[in-house]
């Protein structure tokens, strides 16, 4: 007896393309999560369109925000999501380095604003280690600076005395 929950491909292609069912509809009616049913229709060679009933309702001409990081729609880039978007940090350290920064180096915003993605607050990692040092040394200083008396902590914020 077969384990598979995601219904087989020919069934997956008519739901999908013929049906117009979105992938989150097929993933709850076979008990899958949506992303194993993207999976599938990708090894399929199936795509979502970005417009229309299958497109999850993406607006592709404004920002999307993943944990506070601004993103740009661009499906062809090699570091795009499985959507289709890459962070704007990546890309315009891309652009100052002249190529695509590997997937174990970070790229640290120095003013901690994500949002933020001028080049001049943007420093490269060449590890995640490395990368979590430095975030180690700003808890070290945060510590001094509370302990000195020059911030204090109240109501969930620390703030200048």
């Known amino acids: 007896m077969s384990r598979r929950k995601v219904p087989s491909d020919d069934i997956l292609r008519k739901l999908y393309l013929e049906e117009k069912l979105s992938s989150g509809i097929i ?12 999976e ?41 999501n499985n ?13 100052a380095i002249g190529r695509t920064p590997s997937k174990v180096e970070h790229i640290h915003h120095i003013d901690y604003d994500r949002t933020n993605c001028n080049l001049s607050n943007l420093y490269l990692c060449n590890s995640n280690r490395e990368h979590q040092l430095i975030h180690r040394k700003i808890e070290k200083m945060i510590k001094e600076l509370y302990d000195k008396g020059i911030i204090g902590f109240k109501d969930g914020e620390y703030y200048l005395k």
Do not use: W
């Open 83 to 95: 959507i289709g978007y890459v962070f704007d940090h990546m890309l315009v350290m891309e652009k």
């Open 40 to 80: 599938h229709l990708r090894r399929l060679g199936i795509t979502r369109p970005e417009s229309g009933v299958n497109s999850r309702n993406r607006n592709f001409n404004k920002r999307q925000f993943k944990h506070g990081y601004p993103m740009t729609f661009l499906p062809d880039h090699p570091r795009a």
């Open 27 to 38: 993933a709850s009616r076979y008990g899958v999560s949506r992303a194993k049913v993207c």
